[in-house]
């Protein structure tokens, strides 16, 4: 089957650094995007890793080990703003996109 | 910048009714996506529409679903014969580019609430 796993919450410090980490299975791999969806609110896309390694983007980065089936987004210089459901998902061979339940990121002053 | 729009924010149905939730994609993006949430749950991927014609459609995604592009704006989903399991957030996307690998852009979401 498949299958994406991510913490359900994750606590961390305003200006701090946090990792948020992803594993998936899939039936076939056409790459993994991390969206950012406040309560209530849609899913706003982050990033989009298909290729191992990292990828950065400002406050972001995200990264991705395709043999291993991982992937991280790396959140630097906190800010409440920053406090959201993460969602990791996968784009599988049918090209649909398999998504996890979403980490939780709590910022704290 | 341009966005996805969705209407109505909110729908209240009787179970057993059959509603449409209507989107209006990004003007020059040609996939387009149905996608669900129940509250507290994961994102569900329903079905995806390209060149006038579903693309790909998960297993939820049965003959109580369908899905239209009436014209050249709109975007629609029609359930049939609502049922209690079906109360969800329904959120339309669409993408650029005639590559399914693309970032997409979501709309705000129809919360619908069947009774």
């Known amino acids: 089957g498949q299958n994406i796993d991510q913490p359900t919450e994750m606590t961390a410090t305003e200006g701090a650094i946090v990792q948020i980490n992803c594993t998936y299975q899939?039936?076939?791999?056409?790459?993994l995007f991390w969206y950012q969806q406040h309560a209530g609110e849609a899913p706003t896309f982050l990033s989009y890793?298909?290729l191992d390694g990292l990828e950065e983007k400002g406050r972001f980065s995200s990264f991705l080990s395709r043999s291993k089936g991982y992937s991280y987004l790396l959140l630097k210089e906190l800010q409440m703003k920053d406090s959201a459901s993460y969602l990791c998902a996968a784009l599988d061979s049918n090209y649909q996109l398999i998504w996890g339940a979403g980490t939780k990121l709590i910022i704290k002053p | 910048e341009p966005e996805v729009t969705q209407t109505p924010s909110h729908q209240v149905t009787q179970m057993g009714q059959e509603v449409i939730l209507r989107c209006v994609p990004i003007s020059n993006h040609l996939y387009f996506y149905w996608y669900r949430q129940i509250l507290g749950q994961k994102v569900e991927f329903l079905v995806s529409f390209y060149n006038n014609e579903i693309s790909e459609k998960s297993e939820i995604f049965d003959d109580q679903f369908s899905v239209e592009r009436p014209d050249g704006s709109n975007f629609t989903l029609k359930i049939r014969s609502t049922k209690l399991e079906d109360s969800a957030m329904y959120f339309c996307a669409s993408s650029p580019g005639t590559d399914p690998v693309n970032e997409q852009y979501f709309g705000p979401g129809t919360r619908l609430t069947v009774t």
């Open positions: 899939t039936s076939g791999f056409n790459g």
């Open positions: 890793n298909v």
